[in-house]
Each structure stands twice: as C-alpha cells, then as structure tokens.
C-alpha cells in the first residue's frame, strides 16, 4: 500500500514563502510522476505543477509559473514544492498525488493521494 504523506502548510503574509514536502511510502518512487493540487473554499480541486517521475521534467499551472517550484529528492523519497511570491489566492488545502503515469497525475486522478495540508496567505 503506497501512501502519501504532506507537511509543511501554515499561514504566512502575502509575498511571504512556504515549503511544502510530500513524502512516499515506496521503493519505486523514482518511477512515479508526482504531482500537487490545491482546493480553495467553495472551488473544485485545481492542478498546480507536476514531477516526471523519470526526467524530473516540470510543469505547472499558469497562476504559479515563476513563483512555484516543484522538486525531488530520491533519497528521501520526498517531493517538495517551494512556492514564493505567495498570494491570498494561493489559499487552499494543497494535496499530493502520484502515480507510474504523468498523464493520470495531471488530469487528477493519480492512483494515490495525501490527505492535504492547509496553506494560508493573509493581505
């Protein structure tokens, strides 16, 4: 059983920073591509950026490109996303997803999923 487990939301001021980690319980996980979403209040769920699980290739959404950066590291089994230049509308409850294709990570509907960590950002 893969599990997914997120940390490092909380609540900081606009323009501020937050490092997110997303850590899996795998021995494969360099083969899977490693996504995150978010979900604001009364929103459906939203795809921020996504991991290749091979080349480490990256892609996000337009609202975050710049100031958004996903990354990975084999050692720790872990994918972080380092966002800057925060925004009240980067509020949400930001989940991890993962699965052996980049497509089904992309369109929601990776195979696992992290039970999320809230990330506030105050005026």
């Known amino acids: 059983q893969v599990q997914l487990a997120e940390s490092g939301g909380g609540l900081v001021q606009a323009g501020g920073s937050l490092r997110l980690s997303c850590t899996i319980s795998t021995r494969t996980f360099g083969y899977h591509a490693m996504g995150w979403f978010r979900q604001a209040p009364g929103k459906g769920r939203e795809f921020v950026g996504v991991i290749e699980g091979r080349s480490t290739r990256t892609e996000y959404v337009d609202s975050v490109k710049g100031r958004f950066t996903i990354s990975r590291d084999a050692a720790e089994n872990t994918m972080y996303l380092q966002m800057n230049s925060l925004k009240p509308e980067d509020t949400a409850v930001y989940y991890c997803?993962?699965?052996?294709?980049?497509?089904?990570?992309?369109?929601?509907?990776?195979?696992?999923w992290g039970q999320g960590t809230q990330v506030t950002v105050s005026s």
């Open positions: 997803t993962a699965d052996l294709s980049t497509r089904m990570v992309m369109i929601g509907r990776g195979a696992y």
